[in-house]
């Protein structure tokens, strides 16, 4: 019988932090949460999550904030440690097969770096580490055989298109970007932009850092270090494409100029889910919203596709919008559609 997942969550209260933690709800019997870590801004919130997932230890940044989870806490309870030190120690000393990497920004660099050297499974979201110390990081990771598993979508999907291959075969990385809220905008135009419009992203729900981050794309830098640490590949082979639907989550492109993407709904879930449950997958709630079952948003095209947008194939030609006066028409009941390229070819 398969052993529980354990799971250490460094970044609990955060959206990926919370969204894992909601995610495992729906796999009863499979995780078992061993450690929480947060700032402490919210303490209830924390209290709530003790309460729901009864973690052994709990360890809050903000050291005042030890006293007032254990008050709203009362008995029994997790052990609770209180600053850095205690964010680390929990990392550390904690059994658990998986650590969600979720801390927001530099924070997170000791306490994901102390589970690396205890040769835990990191599945890391907080990427500002791997920025400030990619070579540390990755260099302790293989010294003490720790697992990094990317949870950033983009990341994830270049894990799951490197999955089978040649690293030595890879021509370069194709790391998409939805280009944010201010794609279209002028320079003048962003010249009036407030928070809130940052905040307004078209295709992802996150935490307001990365997500301010994407409207500038300062993100999309971030990511290419990220990817640089991750994969072991120079910066110059790693090329941004902007895709807006965000459907791509990201290619691999190999020497024989063959491409390997990944597809998917934005829904951070998926690579979240992936990187806890690695090497296999679980049934998610996107599940079946695949955006390939989903025709508004990606051009089909009839299988007898012509090649031209002037002639050929009248229903590939209505998916173009491009059909002649006479096609148009309505036609008879029971009438068919019938491809004009192809009978001539017959
Ligand atoms: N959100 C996404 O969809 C997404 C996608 C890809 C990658 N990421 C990356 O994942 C990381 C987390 O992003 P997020 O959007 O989940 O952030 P978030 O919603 O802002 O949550 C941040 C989390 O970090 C905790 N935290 C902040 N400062 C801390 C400190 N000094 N010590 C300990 N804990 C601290 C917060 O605790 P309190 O609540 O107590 O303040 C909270 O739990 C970031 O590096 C981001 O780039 C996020």
Same mark, same amino acid.
């Given at each position: 019988m398969e052993r529980m997942k354990r799971l250490t969550v460094l970044g609990a209260t955060g959206s990926v932090g919370r969204r894992a933690l909601e995610l495992i709800e729906h796999y009863p019997g499979q995780f078992r949460v061993e450690g929480l870590a947060a700032r402490g801004t919210n303490p209830e919130l924390v209290a709530e999550l003790c309460r729901t997932h009864r973690p052994r230890m709990v360890a809050l940044a903000d050291e005042d904030a030890v006293d007032v989870l254990a008050r709203i806490l009362g008995h029994p309870r997790p052990e609770i440690? $209180? $600053? %850095?030190?205690?964010? /680390? %120690?929990?990392? =550390?000393?904690?059994?658990?097969? /998986?650590?969600?990497?979720?801390?927001? !920004? %530099?924070? $997170?660099? +000791?306490? &994901?770096? *102390? *589970?690396?050297?205890? !040769?835990? @499974?990191? %599945?890391? @979201?907080n990427k500002e580490p791997l920025v400030m110390a990619g070579s540390l990081m990755t260099a302790a990771a293989r010294r003490h055989k720790a697992p990094l598993l990317p949870v950033d979508s983009e990341h994830s999907a270049i894990f799951q298109c490197l999955e089978g291959q040649q690293r030595g075969q890879v021509h370069r990385i194709l790391l998409t970007a939805s280009g944010g809220p201010f794609r279209r905008m002028s320079k003048a135009d962003m010249a009036s932009v407030s928070v809130e419009d940052a905040l307004n992203h078209p295709t992802w729900k996150m935490g307001a850092k990365i997500t301010v981050d994407s409207a500038t794309l300062m993100n999309k830098g971030l990511e290419i270090i990220e990817a640089r640490w991750l994969f072991g590949v120079p910066a110059e082979q790693v090329q941004v494409v902007v895709h807006p639907q965000s459907i791509i989550h990201s290619m691999v492109e190999y020497v024989d100029g063959s491409v390997i993407a990944q597809l998917g709904? @934005?829904?951070? $879930?998926?690579?979240? +889910?992936? *990187? +806890? &449950?690695?090497?296999? =997958? =679980?049934?998610?709630?996107?599940?079946? =919203?695949s955006p390939i079952a989903c025709r508004r948003r990606l051009t089909r095209r009839h299988p007898r596709a012509c090649a031209t947008s002037s002639s050929g194939c009248p229903r590939t030609r209505a998916a173009r919008g491009c059909l002649s006066r006479r096609e148009t028409r309505p036609r008879r009941p029971g009438s068919r559609t019938r491809c004009p390229r192809r009978s001539r070819r017959r």
């Open positions: 440690l $209180g $600053g %850095a030190r205690g964010l /680390v %120690a929990l990392a =550390r000393d904690v059994e658990a097969d /998986v650590v969600l990497s979720a801390i927001v !920004g %530099a924070a $997170g660099l +000791l306490p &994901t770096m *102390a *589970a690396i050297e205890t !040769g835990k @499974a990191v %599945a890391i @979201a709904v @934005a829904d951070m $879930g998926i690579p979240i +889910l992936y *990187a +806890l &449950t690695f090497p296999e =997958r =679980r049934p998610t709630p996107a599940a079946g =919203r």
